[in-house]
């Protein structure tokens, strides 16, 4: 028999309250894998981890850093020579311009130190909003939402959002979570990365189980 889409209920007030709780409960502590040691390797992985994994980054970044430790040695590296360091991750090209224009931006505007600020970090080659908000949320703890797949994925499966950008999605999910955003933000990369999976996501047992629309999405 022919399956036919029904719409998704939305998730109600008293659902998303739970679903925060629940978050919450199951990471407490959640922070970003991709490993860093100070604000300008950070933004540096953030930046390459667009469309590449966690894992890629962390393997391309020791030698990398190691080779440009500042804004400074970047801002003056040789582009096919960073281009080098990173070929294995995605887009290496326009990310290997970037890493050098944004470098040489700090060095030129901001004394050599990586600006803290969502208005200033958009200012940098290759750093949009999702960039930006993940280095402030990482960094400072700020009350942001960033939205990348895992994200956009777990909303609409739960019903949190039904939005067609990653930008509608975080404004959504900004305004009906309100607080903790930052730990709710890494929750759900994890929840997505891990366990409500793109394929084959690990439904049995799962602790938002009942909160889950993806049942919904067809019936028979």
Known sequence: ?????????????KEIEEIKALFLEHYPDSVTELQYKNLYELLIAVMLSAQCTDKRVNLITPALFKTYPDPVSLANADLDEVKSYIKTCSFFNNKAKNLIKMAQTVVENY???????????????????KTANVVMIEYAGANLMAVDTHVFRVAHRLGLSDANSAVKCEEELSKKFKTDLHLLHQAMVLFGRYRCKALKPECEECFMAAHCRTSQTFKV
């Open 1 to 13: 028999m022919e399956k036919k889409r029904t719409k998704v209920k939305k998730a109600t007030k």
């Open 111 to 129: 004394n050599n130190e990586i600006p803290l600020e969502q208005k200033e970090l958009v200012k940098l080659a290759g750093v949009g909003q």
